[in-house]
């Protein structure tokens, strides 16, 4: 797992194994769409999970007449609470890097993969994840993608070079 993404970056592009790559205003927009787009799904999911988690405790509360003082679930009980706070927060945070300009894009070779995670030269102690799923999933090696990073987070988008 990759701790320090521009660190890791940096790295790699000293040790000239990323280069750096300017995509084009519509590549961006789709990035930047698909990122938006997670953002707001793990919001909605985090809501979901509250949801549950209240229903859950009507029906103990309500029907069986169980109240729960234990730390631990109390503690639970507070995560799932702050969970959408968290989604709330990383879709301002989100936009709000988008809006500073905290994201780069490189160029690299993809060494091997395993099933949706692959790993890029240079960033090998990494498994990436493409944002929206390549067209031949089964990428080999020597298989150039972009290098995607917004605020801490590494995504590969699929390379299609003019020709």
């Known amino acids: 797992m990759i701790t320090d993404a521009k660190k ?17 205003g519509e ?9 938006r787009k997670q953002a707001v799904k793990l919001f ?6 509250l949801v549950v988690a209240v229903l859950i405790a009507v029906v103990l509360v309500g029907i069986t007449h ?3 003082y234990s730390a631990r679930i109390i503690f639970v009980c507070l995560l ?3 969970l959408p706070l968290y989604g709330i927060y990383n879709i301002f945070s989100l ?8 994201y780069e894009f490189y160029l690299g070779d993809i060494v091997e993969f395993y099933e949706d995670k692959y790993k890029v030269r240079g960033l090998e102690n990494g498994e990436l994840q493409f944002l929206k ?11 150039r993608v972009i290098v995607a990073r917004l605020k801490d987070e590494l995504s590969l ?3 299609r070079s003019e020709k």
């Open 27 to 35: 590549m961006k927009k789709q990035f930047f769409s698909g990122q």
């Open 80 to 82: 799932i609470v702050l």
């Open 44 to 49: 909605f999911y985090f809501l979901a999970l």
């Open 157 to 159: 988008i699929e390379y």
């Open 8 to 24: 890791a970056l940096k790295e790699a592009q000293e040790k000239e194994l990323l280069t750096p790559f300017e995509p084009d």
């Open 95 to 102: 936009n709000s890097a988008i809006k500073k300009g905290d």
């Open 66 to 68: 169980i109240v729960v």
């Open 133 to 143: 799923k390549p067209s031949d999933p089964t990428l080999s090696g020597k298989t």
